[in-house]
């Protein structure tokens, strides 16, 4: 038995998905700030097509989040502009 995704939804729209947007990393994310907040927050450098908090924290006890952007043109100018990004206080 596989653990892996079924061909169904490899061939659906998980995969488009997947092949459709390019996904960030973010830690340290500070206690407090919602799904709704931070989708917000990264609207402004482009098209969010998912923002995803684990209830788990990294071995360090941080909060993370994936951010997923649709449509993008250079994700190396993004990942750039991305890096400036700071929430809560510095």
Not at 79 to 85: A, P, T, W
Request: hydrophobic content about 40%.
């Amino acid at each position: 038995m596989s653990g892996g995704p079924t061909k169904a939804k490899c061939r659906g729209f998980f995969n488009h998905c997947d092949q459709s947007t390019v996904s960030f990393f973010f830690t340290n994310l500070p206690e407090g700030f919602k799904v709704s907040e931070l989708w917000t927050i990264f609207l402004g450098f482009g098209k969010v097509g998912e923002v995803y908090v684990p209830l788990k924290c990294d071995p360090w006890g941080h909060r993370f989040e994936f951010v997923k952007f649709q449509e993008v043109v250079d994700d190396e100018v993004l990942g750039y502009k991305l890096g400036e990004v700071w929430l809560g206080e510095n």
